[in-house]
């Protein structure tokens, strides 16, 4: 089996998924490669891994959640210019294997870990 990256956002502040927030994913192979750009659905997850086994290989990466944009899309309350924009999550994939990404946040704090 390979392996496949899976992330899900939940809004720590209403208690619900983070539904629409656009995300990217890079491959940080000696620079800085786009490799995908999802979207969320109503759950706060993707329709399918972001990585999928196909396309899976060891190495570092980066997944960008665009909090700011879907903060100011859901009217969340909280100053302008936003205290959270673009939040970045680097790290790396090292063996065939499920790793998921989750983050929770909120307008003015997120905490990630390697979820299953």
């Known amino acids: 089996m ?10 720590t502040a209403t208690g ?3 539904a ?5 994913l890079y491959a940080l192979d000696g620079g800085r490669r786009e490799l995908a ?7 706060g997850r993707t329709d399918g891994p972001i990585l999928p086994e196909a396309r899976f290989a060891a190495g570092a990466y ?7 944009a879907w903060l100011d899309a859901q009217d969340a309350p909280g100053p302008a210019p936003r205290f ?16 998921h990404v989750p983050l929770l946040v909120s307008p003015y704090g997120y905490s990630t870990y390697r979820g299953s």
């Open 2 to 11: 390979a392996g496949y990256l899976t992330t899900h956002v939940l809004d």
């Open 16 to 18: 619900r998924p983070a």
């Open 20 to 24: 629409g927030m656009r995300i990217t």
């Open 37 to 43: 750009q999802v979207t969320t659905n109503a759950d």
């Open 62 to 68: 980066e997944l960008v959640f665009h909090v700011g």
């Open 84 to 99: 959270l924009d673009e939040v970045p999550i680097r790290f790396g994939m090292a063996a065939d294997d499920h790793y």
